[in-house]
């Protein structure tokens, strides 16, 4: 695993922060030293959808980056007929990932598109799973993107969403943002790194609070939505599409 040391130096005129190839080279590194909780997360993606995906259906990994949501799916879902379908718009992204899965051992199909998620037909979905991902579209297109998800899904279908967030409260605000810091240092990030990066992602990573995820996906059509798994300010929500003997 090559370290993250994209920030390590001084950089005179930071560039906003995009999934090139020199991200690309480290990002296994970068996730894991900087999202609290995202390997439980993960794992608990492939769970959910195990539980979750019915026979002859797709499972949707919308942007798939490296496949790490993709292949936790791929190993726990059983459903016959079944397949994965990872898309990320990052060509450097969608090659990595097609080496890793190539690696993998499991049978089930998957599918890997280098695409706008925004655009890509999503179809007879019974999971769809946007990790860390809906923080990167354009606020105003992120109410389309959740409504295309939810005509996508089949009845009894689930969305897992995972995303950095804000609190309402300005002082839980500042504490969960100091604290996500202090989890940074923990690993190995300095106070210049730190700093760098947090500038890198301004106006390219806009978070929102969780009532708002709540907000956007009701006015969808989920009928049920909420937190399964919070650390700071990086929670994971499930939202559920009725089935039939549910109206």
Known sequence: MSKDD??????DELPAFRFD?????????????????????????GLLAGRYA??????????CSLGASTLAMRQQVRGEGCRVIGVDNSSAMIERCRSVIDTDSHELPVDLVCG????????NASVVVLNFTLQFIPLEQRSALMQRIFNGLRPGGILVLSEKVLFADPHLNAL?????????????????????????????????????????????????????????????LVALKATEADD
Request: glycine content about 4%; charged content about 25%.
């Open 21 to 45: 190839e020199e991200v690309v080279r480290v990002f296994p590194d970068m996730i894991k030293r900087s999202v609290p909780g995202y390997s439980t997360i993960i794992a608990m993606t």
């Open 116 to 123: 706008d998620i925004e655009a890509v037909a999503i179809d």
């Open 6 to 11: 994209i920030y390590a130096n001084p950089i």
């Open 176 to 236: 969960n943002i100091e604290l996500h810091h202090d989890f940074k240092r923990a690993n190995g990030y300095s106070d210049l790194e730190i700093a760098q990066k947090r500038q890198a992602l301004e106006n390219v990573l806009v978070p929102e609070t969780l009532d708002d995820h709540r907000e956007r996906l009701a006015a969808a059509g989920f009928s049920s939505c909420d937190v399964w798994f919070q650390c700071f300010n990086f929670a994971s």
């Open 54 to 63: 019915s026979p002859g259906s797709n499972c949707y990994d919308l942007g």
